[in-house]
């Protein structure tokens, strides 16, 4: 998602291209921010298009992928993103209690080493009791 872009053509060219199939997770949003002139309320009413349409679509309420600073500043105490799953990005130890606390993933590092990889990968948590209700059936 593009802050500043139209969220519902955003909505439709990612269910134009993306497969939902059963055992997969739900669908994502990437939250890319640009400071350019959109104003916050325009920003998350054109997020919270793309959000709709996307669930009125696939049945189910996107995950919002997003770092913990965006997530601070333009979603956390506006409760129309309160019942969407939360993947937060947040590579600080001390940021991990905080973090969990609210949210259903926590990217805490892009640097994770991985055996037959040759370059650093994302490495996320999730909660147990969270788990399956971020997969497609």
């Known amino acids: 998602f593009r802050s500043h872009q ?4 955003q909505a ?3 269910l ?6 059963c055992n997969s997770f739900i669908p994502i949003i990437d939250i890319e921010y640009k400071r350019k002139s959109i104003s916050e309320t325009k920003l998350r ?3 919270l298009d793309c959000l709709e349409l996307i669930e009125e679509y696939i049945g189910v309420k996107p995950m919002l992928y997003t770092n913990l600073n965006f997530y601070k500043k333009y979603l956390k105490n506006h409760s129309q993103f309160d019942t969407y799953p939360l993947w937060i990005a947040a590579y ?3 940021r991990r209690n905080e973090v969990m606390d609210f949210a259903d993933m926590y990217q805490y590092t892009d640097t994770h080493p991985v055996n037959g990889i040759k370059y650093p990968v994302d490495a996320n948590h999730i909660k147990k009791e969270k788990f399956l209700s971020l997969i497609l059936r």
């Not at 139209?6 to 053509?9: D, E, P, S, V, Y």
């Open 12 to 14: 439709l060219h990612y």
């Open 92 to 94: 600080s130890d001390i």
């Open 16 to 21: 134009r291209y993306v497969d939902f199939k």
């Open 45 to 47: 009413r054109e997020l």
């Open 6 to 9: 139209n969220g519902k053509q």
